[in-house]
Every structure is written in structure tokens, then in C-alpha cells.
């Protein structure tokens, strides 16, 4: 398939505010500062990530079984290379937790490989049925307490409305929507002052319900009303997500390469970051330690993503698996 530029603008930009949210939940524990800036990135990274997933999963013409056998390569060697290194390297962990419960930033692949499940029934199911549906599987998943952490089911079970409606991006016209001029100065005012809104009033939001892992049981409030807030959430970040998407350029630029290879940054970007966190290697002052981290994990997951394709192609694709269509 033909690489597109701005998908990959999107991609790169989306993967360097996830590195700022992973940056600011370390250090606002590290350094006890507020994670209000963390709550806004909760609400348009993961979704926009999961809708381009689903946007390219909608218009590939690959097998589907080869590519969820692919993923469940991919997860199974980085969850078993980074276990090691926590071990081994960084000692934070022991071998009791199963590969079922994935390690930090792991919870995006298996999410992805439930999304490339679903896909066989998305593929029979009209997107008027399949979308209020994600939306209630989203909404109501937060009311059992056994879905969890485990094989990331909460977070799959949240985040579905977004990868759902990228999937049937086609038959909802999200293109053609895109190029219309009225709704994208709409969408920006009303991105700015949702987020204006939301930077001032903080506690409106639990982080616990927008990182989507958890039950309602695990979050202070009334069930009923966290249900609500997850449902206003899921329009509050469309509307935020579509702004972001209309303000990211189309024209080639340092983020086009930088979103070819964000599988990998992705990956990595979690060991940089829990290195110098457990082993203290952070300045005293928290706006300088906090842009250091920055800094030098950009820097770091960058250059580890331009040699590892380079390593895959040299064994040959022995070891490990292409990337896949939501990252490439």
C-alpha cells in the first residue's frame, strides 16, 4: 500500500505525545507534580492511534489470520526480551506474572490483536449496528469487575468505538467530512475550548477512567455516574481527536519519517523511560528532569528504530515480524 504522508504526520505526532504522557505519569509520581496536561493526552492519543488502526485494517487486503499470527509474534518476543531486561537488567520484576497480563506499554498489542479478531465479525455487521454497539461494549464493560488488566480487556473493551469507526471510515464518509471547511474551523474552536475548559477543571475527569484499564469498582464515584463520564468521554475526545486531526500537516516533513517507524519507538520507549526512572539517573529540578527524559528518549527510541528493520532484514525475518498497518 502506498505510504500517505499525512498518516504518517499523524503517526509521528501521536507518538511524540506519547512519550510526553509516559514522560509526565513517571515524573509526576517521581516528582509529585500534577498530571493535568497527562488527562488531556488521554484523550486524543490512544483514540486517534486506534482509529488510523482501524482505518488501515478497513482498506487491507491481507490475510487476516497472517496478520494476527504476525502480532501474536510480535507480543510474544518483546514481552519476553523486555521481561528479561526488567529482570535481569533493572530487577523491578519477578517471573510470576503470566503473559497474559502484559508488561507497561505491551497492552496496545494484544489490544490490537482482539481489534483484528473482531474484524471477522465487523466484516458482517453494518457499521449502524457494530458502532452503537462498541460504543455499549465500552460503556458496560466498566460495570464487571472481572474484566481487567488480563489480556488488556478493559482497555480493549473502552477504546473499540475509535478502531470501529476507523474501520468503517469508508462507509462513514470520514474523508470526504475531513475536506469540508465549515466543520474543521468548528472542530478546532471546539477542540480549544474543550481543552481550555478541561486544563482548568481538572478533577472533571478521573485518570483512572480515561486510561480505560480499570472497572468502575476501582475508581472512586458512583457506577452510574462513571458510566456517563466514560460515555460524555467518548465524545469529549472525538471531538478533541478531530481537531488534532485537522491541525496535522499533509506535506512531508521530519514527522513522515518519524511515523514509519513508530512500532519500534513505541516499543522501546518504555525500557528508556523505566531505566532512568528506577535507576535515578534524573536531574533534581522537575521541569528540567522532566524535558531531560524527553529529550534523551526521543533521541534513544529514534535511533533503536532505524536499526532494528535494518537488523530484522539481516536474519532474514527470522526472529522478528513485520510491522504492522497501525504503526507503519
Given amino acids: 500500500m502506498k505510504r500517505i504522508s499525512y498518516f504518517d504526520n499523524v503517526k509521528g505526532l501521536l507518538i511524540i505525545f506519547i512519550i510526553v504522557a509516559h514522560v509526565i505519569s513517571l515524573c509526576a509520581t517521581y516528582y509529585g507534580y500534577s498530571n493535568k496536561i497527562l488527562k ?16 488501515f485494517a478497513g482498506k487491507s487486503k491481507s490475510s487476516k489470520s497472517k496478520k494476527i499470527l504476525k502480532q501474536i509474534k510480535t507480543y510474544i518476543i518483546w514481552d519476553s526480551i523486555i521481561t528479561l531486561y526488567y529482570y535481569f537488567v533493572l530487577h523491578i520484576i519477578s517471573f510470576d506474572k503470566t503473559i497474559i497480563l502484559p508488561r507497561y506499554t505491551l497492552w496496545f498489542l494484544i489490544t490490537l490483536i482482539t481489534y483484528q479478531l473482531m474484524e471477522y ?20 464493560s466498566g460495570f464487571i469487575p472481572s474484566i481487567g488488566l488480563e489480556l488488556s480487556l478493559a482497555r480493549s473493551c473502552t477504546f473499540f468505538p475509535f478502531y470501529a469507526i476507523g ?10 467530512l475531513r475536506n469540508n471547511k465549515r466543520w474543521k474551523y468548528i472542530m478546532i474552536i471546539s477542540s480549544i475550548v474543550l481543552v481550555y475548559f478541561l486544563l482548568n477543571n481538572n478533577n472533571f475527569f478521573s485518570l483512572k477512567l480515561l486510561k480505560g484499564a480499570y472497572s468502575y ?13 466514560r460515555l460524555l468521554s467518548y465524545g469529549i475526545a472525538s471531538i478533541i481527536s478531530i481537531g488534532f486531526l485537522y491541525l496535522v500537516p499533509t506535506t512531508k516533513s521530519f514527522l513522515t519519517k518519524l511515523g514509519r517507524n513508530t512500532l519500534y519507538i513505541y516499543l522501546t520507549q518504555g525500557v528508556v523511560l523505566k531505566t532512568f526512572i528506577t535507576n535515578h539517573w534524573m536531574l533534581k529540578n522537575q521541569l528540567l528532569g522532566s524535558i531531560q527524559l524527553f529529550i534523551i528518549t526521543t533521541i534513544i527510541t529514534t535511533i533503536l528504530a532505524n536499526i532494528i528493520p535494518k537488523l530484522k532484514l539481516k536474519v532474514g525475518g527470522a526472529i522478528y515480524g513485520r510491522e504492522s498497518k497501525s504503526f507503519a
Avoid at 488531556?40 to 482505518?55: D, E
Avoid at 465479525?121 to 455499549?136: S, T
Fill in 40 to 55: 488531556i493526552n488521554c484523550l486524543f492519543m490512544l483514540q486517534c492511534f486506534f482509529f488510523i488502526s482501524g482505518y
Fill in 121 to 140: 465479525v465487523m466484516d458482517k455487521v453494518p457499521w449502524k449496528i457494530m458502532i452503537p454497539l462498541a460504543i455499549i461494549i465500552g460503556v458496560g
Fill in 167 to 176: 474501520y468503517y471510515a469508508k462507509d462513514l464518509d470520514v474523508i470526504k
Fill in 217 to 229: 469498582s476501582e475508581i472512586s464515584g458512583n457506577n452510574l455516574s462513571l458510566a456517563y463520564k
